[in-house]
C-alpha cells in the first residue's frame, strides 16, 4: 500500500507564502494527486489536483493565482508533489492533506471521496 507524508506546515503571516510538500512511497506518475485542507468544523475541501499522465490540473477558485501544485523535478520527480502557496490569508488556515486517487484522473470537482490515500496532514495556520 503506498504511503503519503506531508511536511512543510507552519505559522505565518497573512501575505506570506509556504511550500508544502507530499512525498510518496511509490510513483505517483499513473494516479491523480491532489490537495485538501479541512478547517475545524468544516467539511475537507479540495485546493487542487494534477494527473501527470493527462496533464490535468486543477484548482479551486479560491486560490486561484495564489497557490500552485508541481511535481518535483529532481531525482524525488516521480513521488514528490509540491503546494506553494503565495499571498495567503487567514481563511487559508486549515490542515492540509495530499491524496492519491488509484482510479481516476485529476477531475475539476475535487470531490474528497473519490482518492483512496490519504497523508496524515500538516497544520498551516496565516494570522498575524
Known amino acids: 500500500q503506498v504511503q503519503l507524508v506531508e511536511s512543510g506546515g507552519g505559522l505565518v503571516q497573512p501575505g506570506g507564502s509556504l511550500r508544502l510538500s507530499c512525498t510518496s512511497s511509490?510513483?505517483?506518475?499513473?494516479?491523480?494527486i491532489g490537495w485538501f485542507r479541512q478547517a475545524p468544523g468544516k467539511e475537507r475541501e479540495g485546493v487542487a489536483c494534477f494527473s501527470r499522465s493527462d496533464g490535468s490540473l486543477y484548482y479551486k477558485d479560491s486560490v486561484k493565482g495564489r497557490f500552485t501544485i508541481s511535481r518535483a523535478t529532481s531525482d524525488n520527480a516521480k513521488s514528490t508533489v509540491y503546494l506553494q502557496m503565495n499571498s495567503l490569508k487567514p481563511e487559508d488556515t486549515a490542515v492540509y492533506y495530499c491524496?492519491?486517487?488509484?482510479?481516476?484522473?485529476?477531475?475539476?470537482?475535487?470531490?474528497?471521496?473519490?482518492?483512496?490515500?490519504w497523508g496524515q496532514g500538516t497544520q498551516v495556520t496565516v494570522s498575524s
Open positions: 511509490d510513483s505517483v506518475d499513473y494516479y491523480a
Open positions: 491524496a492519491l486517487d488509484l482510479e481516476r484522473l485529476c477531475a475539476k470537482n475535487l470531490w474528497p471521496d473519490d482518492y483512496d490515500v
